[in-house]
Nanobody, 121 residues
Framework: QVHLVESGGDLVRPGGSLRLSCVGS????????MGWFRQAPGKEREEVSC????????YYPSSVKGRFTIDRDAAKNMVYLQMNSLKPEDTAVYHC??????????????WGQGTQVTVSS
């Protein structure tokens, strides 16, 4: 059974950094595409990063490109999201997700419960 648990969310000042972690069970993180999504109150869910299992390619939307970095540690079965130069508009619940596919395109099937990131002075 696929299970994902995120951690690392916190209150941080604008310009600060956070590193989110996601531990997987029931699968291995280098065999499935892994994504990070976020959802702020009143807004649609937004994908902020993905790493493919086929070749390790990463994807970032323009809203976070250059500030966020996704990586994975297969030995620990974990995926991380390093977030730098945080802005108030990055405030959201961040979810880790995966699916039974190598590729980032398409829907994700499995979701973690989320971790709150708040960027505020």
């Amino acid at each position: 059974q696929v299970h994902l648990v995120e951690s690392g969310g916190d209150l941080v000042r604008p310009g600060g950094s956070l590193r989110l972690s996601c531990v997987g069970s029931g699968f291995t993180v280098d065999r499935y595409a892994m994504g990070w999504f976020r959802q702020a109150p009143g807004k649609e869910r937004e994908e902020v990063s993905c790493i493919s299992a086929s070749d390790g390619r990463t994807y970032y939307p323009s809203s976070v490109k250059g500030r966020f970095t996704i990586d994975r540690d297969a030995a620990k079965n974990m995926v991380y999201l390093q977030m730098n130069s945080l802005k108030p508009e990055d405030t959201a619940v961040y979810h880790c997700a995966t699916k039974q596919s190598y590729y980032c395109s398409g829907e994700f099937d499995y979701w973690g419960q989320g971790t709150q990131v708040t960027v505020s002075s």
